[in-house]
Antibody
Framework: QVQLQESGPGLVKPSETLSLTCTVS????????WSWIRQPPGKGLEWIGY???????NYNPSLKSRVTISVDTSKNQFSLKLSSVTAADTAVYYC??????????????????WGKGTTVTVSS | SSELTQDPAVSVALGQTVRITCQGD??????ASWYQQKPGQAPVLVIY???NRPSGIPDRFSGSSSGNTASLTITGAQAEDEADYYC??????????FGTGTKVTVL
């Protein structure tokens, strides 16, 4: 059974770079997309971006200038870097596995496995 | 627009049926997936594709889609179904979007 675990600093200073890692256990990182999602306190979910195991990425247009997602297949990990953070980046950050399914001419995506989430606070 | 709009809150009597809707232009081309989130917990996938349930999700959860609207229906709501529900879909550029979320209260 695949499990995901987020790790990284819980406190980041304004203007610095937030760095998180998601470790995949119980399965291979290959052949899937892997995503980061965040949730500010009391608010809804926000998709940050995803990476395919081969390294191709797609980012939320509203965060694209500050986000980098990378993958390390040898360690079965993928990572998030968010630069120039402000208090608005305070949130619970989740990593998730994204499955792509093709049925005839239709394709669809869904996030079937999630990490428990890690809280990141941006404060001096 | 790629935004996905949901009603902020709905309530349902125990054992009754509730439908949660998600509206957005991208839903004309892509299926939504649905996630249940209880306080302090990570989201859990409940419906994906045309109307598929992951293993372990009760069959009282079902999904449907028509035009620009996707729906999640809970038939015979239970107390443990009280949670926030989010839809998710993607646009033609490969960007994903979550709906605004619906809080379901079971009375």
């Amino acid at each position: 059974q695949v499990q995901l675990q987020e790790s990284g600093p819980g406190l980041v200073k304004p203007s610095e770079t937030l760095s998180l890692t998601c470790t995949v256990s119980g399965g291979s990182i290959s052949s899937y997309y892997w995503s980061w999602i965040r949730q500010p306190p009391g608010k809804g979910l926000e998709w940050i971006g995803y990476i395919y195991y081969s390294g191709s990425t797609n980012y939320n247009p509203s965060l694209k200038s500050r986000v980098t997602i990378s993958v390390d297949t040898s360690k079965n990990q993928f990572s998030l870097k968010l630069s120039s953070v402000t208090a608005a980046d305070t949130a619970v950050y989740y990593c998730a596995r994204v499955v792509k399914t093709v049925r005839g001419v239709m394709s669809y995506y869904y996030m079937d496995v999630w990490g428990k989430g890690t809280t990141v606070t941006v404060s001096s | 627009s790629s935004e996905l709009t949901q009603d902020p809150a709905v309530s349902v009597a125990l054992g009754q049926t509730v439908r949660i809707t998600c509206q957005g232009d991208s839903l004309r081309s892509y299926y939504a997936s649905w996630y249940q989130q209880k306080p302090g917990q990570a989201p859990v996938l409940v419906i994906y594709g045309k109307n598929n349930r992951p293993s372990g999700i009760p069959d009282r959860f079902s999904g449907s889609s028509s035009g620009n609207t996707a729906s999640l229906t809970i038939t015979g709501a239970q107390a443990e179904d009280e949670a926030d529900y989010y839809c998710n879909s993607r646009d033609s550029s490969g960007n994903h979007y979550f709906g605004t979320g619906t809080k379901v209260t079971v009375l």
